[in-house]
């Protein structure tokens, strides 16, 4: 499996990136990385990544692809891709449609990723627009929220076949052998909302995935595990995306104060307790998400990523290759007539 | 100050919020509350809330509006408030519309509390269309999160009279004498989001509101305390506020397991901390939310609302009430040429 990471990618590449590849082959035998970046600073964060060690093992599965440009975090996507052709991000996809990898991984500006993905055209026979999967927690165990950001003004139809494809991600990837599909949207009747929310959820109920959608859900349903596939207009997903962070790391440093300054013999214990809880929720440190529908792998991650970030983020991608489940999108959107119709 | 209380309103009524009520007066010597619904579910009610004891102070500035409807949580607004003209919503209504009242409080059907308050158009001179204020807790004290869902599909002028209003509130109830103002988006970048977000954004940006505010913010700096008032979309503020309600809930669930299995002797301790911060932050139990725009005070609260969050409620009333906020609200927004655009 050969998996391309935009080494420049991230608020503070290419340091944990490089790093996060390193652990990643070490992690996996199978794995091998091509770090797409400017070979001035990614050779000496290979070697910062060993920390004056000889290199580890699995070093020889990772090489490097020079380019000479990074499109910086907060550039405006289409014209900063415009402007420097040979970015990081640019080159990833190049790859990928020279079918020179499996998949592409990066951290860099998200707006960029999917807009290259875009122009490339790369997508799976059928798909109208790709669409962003993130995997969330809940009471019930992790589900997919899709679309968190690739389209902020979607169709009906668009968001139907984010059910579709949400629905694949999670029978494969989550495990669920017949997962839910859930409309975010602002009450439980069927009559609430926008026209786009209406729209979708007569199009869900008209179609061959009547049987898996239990219909709207609302915000505060997502954690409660009300649904395996959470649907929604990226806009709205990329806002409770971002909220749900803000809220968790609210709560949490709330509850350092509240709970450690209310404990004294047991106060270290109360702290890694909570520190475990940080870790294990910390919604930067996931492994990305990954664009769904395109012709190949893509996954993006958190600005923010750091090492472990990104070894979660390539044992993603070889998962989503290995899985056959790009054939399945396919296979399910020829056979959803409303995942079809033109608008 | 005289308030008028959906008694039958609330996935709990008439029980808690008869309660609260009393609890209320009590805790209030000017207040006088009219209670709205079934005189037979009511009375009862009254008396539950003394809990066998002689009535408490204040109980003479409790009256009854008797009505024989209720529009229920889960009905479609419009056709049930058709169908039903004697029901509790719509007499707050009229009686906020024949001056008979100050203002009014409900925790029934959110979507036929505003859909009534439309109909009877009873709007502040100069507001296209009222939004809900929702108060959030953030790292820097409270903020204004404008609209949660009275506007499901705004124009830009809309969501500009909700910086202009929701700047106002923030000004006279929450204490800022220069409350900044926030657009959520999905980026900070000014070209970010879809065509109503930068539409919006230009608004502001050549309104006299310059000053105040700061741009785009994300779902991750409402509770960084980013901006004292956000304004979105109904649609967008609806599934953010729930989707915060949900993750606090899910915060808590796993910190309680967490923390709680960590700790032995002090466990009684740490428990008693994280209940703290339950009732601190708990959505459900928070005073009620203002209907921005309306010629009177209008405030929704939680469906599943206790006692406690309608005696919250009914204080937020009349601070309002007492505020002289509504005659800024005309006044700022007469002197806003962007808000009186029509579009």
């Known amino acids: 499996m050969l ?19 390193v652990q990643a082959v070490q992690a996996d035998p199978d794995l091998r990385v091509v770090l797409v970046g400017d070979q001035a600073q990614v050779e000496p964060a290979l070697v910062q990544a060993d920390g004056g060690a000889p ?29 420097k052709p040979d970015s990081s991000i640019t080159r990833c996809w190049q790859l990928l449609r020279q079918k020179k990898v499996d998949g592409i991984v990066s951290a860099g500006n998200t707006g960029a990723m999917v807009a290259s993905g875009f122009m490339h055209r790369l997508f799976l026979k059928g798909v109208r627009r790709p669409g962003i999967a993130a995997v969330m927690p809940t009471l019930r165990g992790p589900c997919v929220l899709i679309d968190v950001g690739a389209n902020v003004s979607p169709k009906p139809e668009h968001l139907f076949q984010y059910g579709v494809m949400g629905s694949i991600f999670a029978k494969h990837i989550l495990q669920r052998p017949q997962p839910t ?7 439980e009747e069927e009559q609430k909302g926008h026209d786009l929310a209406k729209d979708t959820h007569a199009l869900f109920n008209a179609s061959g995935l009547r049987e898996q959608f239990v219909g709207n859900v609302e915000g505060r349903d997502i954690h409660r595990g009300a ?7 990226g806009f709205v997903g990329n806002v409770v995306l ?11 440093k709330m509850t350092f104060q509240e709970v450690l300054g209310a404990l004294d013999v047991e106060r270290e214990r109360g702290k890694q307790a909570l520190e475990r809880l940080v ?7 996931h492994g990305g998400a990954p ?14 990523s750091g090492d472990r970030a990104i070894k979660n983020a390539l044992a993603v991608a070889v998962r989503y290759a290995s899985s056959g489940l790009n054939d399945q999108i396919v296979q399910e959107l020829a056979a959803s007539p409303a995942a079809a119709n033109d608008g």
Request: glycine share 12%; with cysteine.
């Open 3 to 21: 998996i391309a990471l935009d080494a420049m990618g991230g608020d503070h590449a290419p340091g944990p990136i490089v790093a996060g590849a």
């Open 55 to 83: 290199p580890t093992a699995g070093r020889e599965r990772i090489e490097l692809f020079h380019c000479t440009q990074v499109v910086g975090m907060e550039e405006s996507p289409v014209e900063a891709l415009k402007k």
């Open 181 to 187: 599909i859930g409309l975010m949207n602002i009450g």
């Open 227 to 233: 649904a395996d596939v959470v649907v929604c207009d």
């Open 242 to 252: 971002k909220t749900c962070e803000g809220v968790f790391e609210f709560t949490m």
């Open 279 to 285: 870790d294990r929720y910390d919604y930067s440190e």
């Open 291 to 304: 664009l769904l529908g395109i012709d190949g792998v893509c996954i993006i991650c958190h600005g923010s």
